[in-house]
């Protein structure tokens, strides 16, 4: 089975809405699918963790209902993001709701997600997980994922370092499977240019949190808008791992963005939501792409003016 034609041939365009702390939720999720792009949240973001199974229920339905009002249009499946690590308490509660109800798409993150691929394929499912250099990417294609995410320079929340010039080709060379691309990207030809390089999917997530849909507060969203790619800041400090957080957000926390010491990665905690709500609550996540972030449009509306982009962009080259 071709995994990666069988889903491509599911979507309007060839990209992703990654998930994001807090600001991922059914609202956004459900837009994002119905526009015809693959939609995600991380199971920690439904709490308390009973409502993750009313959280799938409804997603389940309302995209059922929609594909069978609408039986011409594309409509994505969505993906669930789980944490592979041994402070995240609720990974096996999150995962037997996973397999209950039987979710499309497995986001992982961290440590290989041996056990999370098993369960995730007893029913057909497929798995996708993040990587930051080329030996990750090894470890978690020995443990049979079906896609990996090449999270590079620039990406908003836990990022790496590597440009995407250098990962895209180091996975390349050893895997034609399912490649995802994040880091930096905004516009319809950002999506173009990760293909082009040998990616088969985008991973957008700065730019669907100035959205109308996502699950952020206005002034998180006008930060946003009124940031530039000079106004990330890359630090270890909040969760113990490197990543990309808005300044205004450090500074307006009491913080001095020149200052900041390293986190300890001894120190993560993903079983408390106490620590969570510090570094995303109050330290706004965001990648370098923001200065092309002018707008908090619809979810509808900005992924009918990516594929726009898309579009065009492909004829200029092609004619």
């Not at 702390?21 to 308390?48: T, W």
């Not at 999150?94 to 007893?122: N, Q």
């Not at 963005?257 to 986190?263: A, F, N, R, Y």
Request: hydrophobic fraction near 40%; charged fraction near 20%.
């Amino acid at each position: 089975m071709n995994n990666k034609k069988i889903l491509l041939d599911q979507l309007k365009l060839p990209l992703i809405g990654s998930p994001m702390y807090i600001v991922s939720g059914p609202d956004l999720v459900i837009e994002q699918c119905k526009a015809g792009i693959i939609g995600s949240f991380p199971a920690l973001n439904a709490r308390p963790k009973e409502i993750l199974d009313d959280w799938l229920i409804r997603i389940s339905e309302e995209l059922s209902a929609y594909k069978l009002a609408n039986p011409n249009i594309k409509i994505a499946p969505y993906a669930v993001n789980q944490i592979v690590h041994q402070s995240n308490d609720r990974l096996m509660f999150d995962m037997e709701l996973c397999v209950k109800h039987k979710v499309p798409i497995v986001i992982t993150s961290l440590r290989p997600p041996g056990e999370v691929v098993d369960a995730v394929h007893s029913y057909g499912g497929l798995v996708f997980h993040d990587v930051i250099s080329i030996k990750h990417a090894k470890k978690a294609l020995d443990q049979g994922v079906d896609g990996i995410i090449a999270v590079c320079a620039g990406a908003g929340g836990h990022a790496g370092t590597l440009s995407p010039f250098a990962l895209v080709k180091e996975i390349r060379a050893i895997y034609d499977g399912i490649l995802i691309l994040s880091g930096s990207m905004s516009c319809g030809q950002d999506i173009l240019a990760a293909q082009c390089m040998g990616a088969d999917l985008a991973y957008f997530g700065t730019r669907f949190i100035a959205t109308k849909e996502a699950n952020a507060v206005s002034d998180y969203k006008d930060m946003i808008v009124q940031s530039n790619a000079e106004d990330i800041i890359y630090s270890s400090l909040f969760t113990g791992i490197h990543g990309s957080y808005l300044k205004g957000s450090i500074v307006n926390s009491g913080l001095d963005p020149k200052s900041l010491v390293d986190g300890s990665k001894n120190n993560m905690d993903f079983g408390s939501a106490a620590n969570k709500a510090k570094a995303w609550k109050d330290i706004w996540g965001a990648g370098q792409g923001v200065g092309t972030m002018k707008d908090i449009p619809s979810v509808k509306d900005l992924i009918d003016r990516l594929s726009i982009e898309y579009d065009s962009t492909l004829n200029e080259l092609t004619n």
